[in-house]
């Protein structure tokens, strides 16, 4: 069964922590994604990635950054993390049919 | 990316199909329409995506209009794990990264009850 999976499901930071998500997919799958999904405002594109090394900003960027090492890993990175980042963030891939997959996501709070 | 309309909730009997709407009237010749789901605290679910014929997969149909301007999702025996929130999305195929470029609207909320 395909499978991507989110490192944690639950998270509680404190404001200007370094905070780590961590996504693994065992499709090898070139394309990658990370969202973030907050009521009212819908599902919004952070990064993603085409390949290893490569990435690209999507709609909402500030305050993130990303990491593809390894093809089945994408990392959300939040340098330094603020409330207004509290979110259920979720992470995706996808190869040339259309279909996204997506992780179990992560809820972030911080405070 | 074409807007797409969907009531804002439905209900079902379990065990009865469940036959969700969507409008999509701007939709252009190139844009395909997807269906996910999303089950409440989990990530989004892939169910069907079609151009233009109707589609049918282990969990669903898709039935498009002629005109295309409409379609509807059919869950053909609707079951309690069936609960969640249904999207329906008009985009292109353009491949790659493409793909996750999602918009996903309100979407329509179906229960189903025993």
């Known amino acids: 069964d395909v499978k991507v999976t989110q490192s944690s499901r639950y998270l509680v930071k404190r404001t200007g922590e370094k905070v780590f998500l961590e996504c693994v997919q065992d499709m090898d799958h070139e394309n990658m994604f990370w969202y973030r999904q907050d009521p009212g405002l819908g599902l919004r594109l952070i990064y993603f990635?085409?390949?290893?090394?490569?990435?690209e900003k999507g709609d909402i960027p500030e305050g993130y950054s990303v990491s593809r090492e390894k093809k089945e890993r994408f990392s959300l990175i939040l340098e330094s993390a603020s409330t207004n980042q509290t979110s259920m963030y979720l992470c995706a891939s996808t190869e040339d049919t259309g279909e996204l997959f997506f992780g179990e996501g992560s809820r972030l709070t911080v405070l | 990316d074409a807007k797409t309309t969907q009531p804002t909730s439905m209900d079902c009997a379990e065990g009865r199909a469940a036959n969700l709407p969507c409008n999509h009237s701007?939709?252009?010749?190139?844009?395909?329409v997807y269906w996910y789901r999303q089950i409440h605290s989990q990530g989004p679910q892939y169910i069907i995506h079609?151009?233009?014929n109707n589609e049918t997969n282990e969990m669903a149909s898709l039935i498009i209009t002629e005109d295309r301007k409409s379609s509807t999702l059919i869950l053909p025996h609707a079951t309690l794990r069936d609960t969640a929130v249904y999207y329906c999305i008009a985009k292109p195929n353009a491949g790659g990264t493409s793909y996750g470029k999602l918009t996903f609207g309100q979407g329509t909320i179906l229960t189903v009850h025993p």
């Open positions: 990635s085409y390949d290893v090394k490569m990435k």
């Open positions: 701007t939709i252009s010749g190139n844009e395909y």
């Open positions: 079609g151009l233009k």
